[in-house]
């Protein structure tokens, strides 16, 4: 079975994630990197948030921790 992923990148990069969330109107403030940031800083918790683009080129970022 064969992943319709080109490329996965963990942790997410912020530059990258910023821009996919300013081409999505939808995003919740639960998707950011700062909401995660906050996450990190007040818990025992580490960055996993996931980065993965498809052969077509689209990204899609799943914040993780």
Not at 6 to 19: G, L, N
Not at 35 to 49: G, K, V
């Amino acid at each position: 079975m064969s992943s319709n992923f080109a490329d996965v990148i963990s942790p997410a990069p912020r530059d990258v994630w910023e821009d996919v969330l300013a081409h999505d109107s939808h995003a919740l403030i639960s998707q950011t990197p700062a909401w995660l940031d906050t996450i990190c800083a007040t818990e025992n918790y580490r960055d996993a948030s996931r980065l993965y683009r498809t052969a077509d080129g689209r990204q899609m970022v799943l914040p993780l921790v």
